[in-house]
């Protein structure tokens, strides 16, 4: 089951925050964040496992709430750089599978 | 530089005609993945091998097979049976756990005339 991020885009002046939502209808062990650049490779963010805490890196950071089924990724003080899409990919409860399913994405536009 | 290698990165075939695409890695992973990226519809998955000789079907695996006879090579083939094979195809690596990040390769953009 694919899940449901939410923006689809969303268009930030620099230095504005912003929050990127991942809902999945089937229970979760992990959540994957990526960013892609058009016509580049997605580049890693952070893991969330079941359990764990709220992951950070750098001015992005990112949460996990097991029993709501959803994952946000937050971006603080956006950077030009930080302009791309983002993709959350989610594994199920049982963990092991190695198999990542991912939203359709976030387009995040951020301008001078 | 230890990585992951895709070739080539446009491709251009005439319809019925299969289509083998590379994809080569020296990082040691023993989990590889291949994705199908259209406008819109984020990343699909086609297929995984989580070791070698040993490989599943992912999402939309109708119309595409594979091989994993080394560690470091799995070659993704379009045959003439995916009805829509112009797409943007990456392929990824993983150490193989749900606690791994996946690398990815630079992407091969098919189009089928």
């Known amino acids: 089951q694919q899940p449901v991020q939410s923006p689809q885009a969303v268009i930030l002046r620099e230095g504005e925050d912003a929050v990127i939502n991942c809902s999945s209808s089937k229970a979760l062990y992990s959540v994957h964040w990526y960013r892609q650049k058009h016509g580049e490779a997605p580049v890693f963010l952070m893991i969330l496992l079941k359990g764990g805490e709220q992951k950070g890196h750098d001015k992005i950071s990112a949460s996990f709430n097991e029993k709501k089924q959803q994952s946000s990724l937050y971006l603080t003080a956006s950077q030009l750089s930080y302009s791309g899409t983002y993709f959350c990919g989610t594994e199920g409860s049982q963990g092991g599978s190695e198999k990542l399913v991912f939203g359709k994405g976030t387009k995040l536009t951020v301008n001078p | 530089d230890g990585g992951i290698t895709q070739s080539p990165k446009y491709l251009f075939r005439k319809e019925g005609q299969n289509v083998t695409l590379s994809c080569e890695q020296n990082l040691n992973h023993d989990a590889m993945y291949w994705y199908r990226q259209d406008p819109g519809q984020g990343l699909r998955l086609i297929y995984y091998s989580q070791i070698v000789n040993d490989f599943q079907k992912g999402d939309i695996a109708e119309g595409y097979s594979v091989s994993r006879e080394k560690k470091e090579s799995f070659p993704l083939t379009v045959t003439s049976a995916q009805k829509n094979p112009t797409a943007f195809y990456l392929c990824?690596?993983?150490?193989?756990?749900?606690?791994?990040?996946?690398?990815f390769g630079p992407g091969t953009r098919l189009t089928v005339l």
């Open positions: 990824a690596s993983s150490l193989g756990s749900s606690y791994n990040e996946q690398f």
